[in-house]
């Protein structure tokens, strides 16, 4: 069955600095990946997604994320953190024979201190 | 704005009681994806309607259904409301249940049971 795990269920930075978000999954074949955000009152809106190719993924807002095979890891990063990235972000798993239906993390809540 | 509506944005019911929300999907989309995101956690899968069938269903139990329509709109029927449904609904839209589709969610309906 597949999982994923945040470790951080809460993370606070300054305005400016770097942010890394760390999300481990557990799939037997090659999954397909995601990033998604939520701010308050809002539904999810899709950062990034890796499907396969090239493991470093860009997405919107500046944020990349990187899939490494070895460690069942697929982190999230952004070297300058704005005070909009407050929100709660969600790592997420799927499988290519189970399009949109999404085993989520437990989320990691992000506050950007001034 | 992902084009995915829901309704009612909120709504408080009581334990037994039913309730019905609702889900317009983007225009052309034939596959709608429901999840429920209790309070500090991440979204589950509920199930899945593909052209008006139903296409798959996580760990929840049969008073949860469903029904998708022609116009792209599908509904979440809960039966026998219990405390433990008080959560977010979420409803996620996609082209097709291929692989290369992204998923819209729409921003959510808040049930509370008392």
């Known amino acids: 069955a597949q999982s994923v795990t945040q470790p951080d269920i809460h993370i606070t930075v300054s305005e400016g600095a770097s942010l890394e978000l760390r999300c481990n999954y557990s799939y037997g074949a090659t999954p397909y990946l995601f990033w998604y955000v939520q701010s308050p009152g809002q539904g999810l809106q899709l950062l990034l997604k890796?499907?396969?190719?090239?493991?470093l993924v860009q997405g919107i807002k500046g944020f990349e994320a990187e899939f490494k095979r070895s460690q069942s890891s697929f982190n999230l990063r952004k070297p300058s953190v704005h005070w909009s990235d407050a929100a709660e972000y969600f790592c997420?798993?799927?499988?290519?024979?189970?399009?949109?239906?999404?085993?989520f993390g437990a989320g990691t809540q992000v506050v950007v201190t001034p | 704005e992902t084009g995915v509506t829901q309704s009612p944005t909120h709504l408080i019911k009581t334990r037994g009681q039913q309730v019905t929300l609702r889900c317009s999907s983007q225009s052309g989309h034939n596959t709608v994806s429901w999840y429920q995101q209790a309070l500090g956690q991440g979204p589950q899968f509920i199930f899945q309607y593909y052209r008006e069938e139903e296409n798959g269903r996580g760990n929840f139990p049969p008073r949860f259904s469903g029904l998708q329509f022609p116009n792209y709109s599908s509904e979440l029927n809960v039966n026998a409301l219990e405390l433990d449904d008080s959560a977010l609904y979420l409803c996620?839209?996609?082209?097709?249940?291929?692989?290369?589709?992204?998923?819209?969610f729409g921003e959510g309906s808040r049930l509370t049971v008392l």
């Open positions: 997420a798993v799927g499988a290519a024979d189970s399009w949109g239906k999404l085993q």
């Open positions: 996620a839209s996609s082209l097709d249940i291929s692989n290369t589709g992204e998923l819209f």
């Open positions: 890796y499907f396969s190719g090239d493991t």
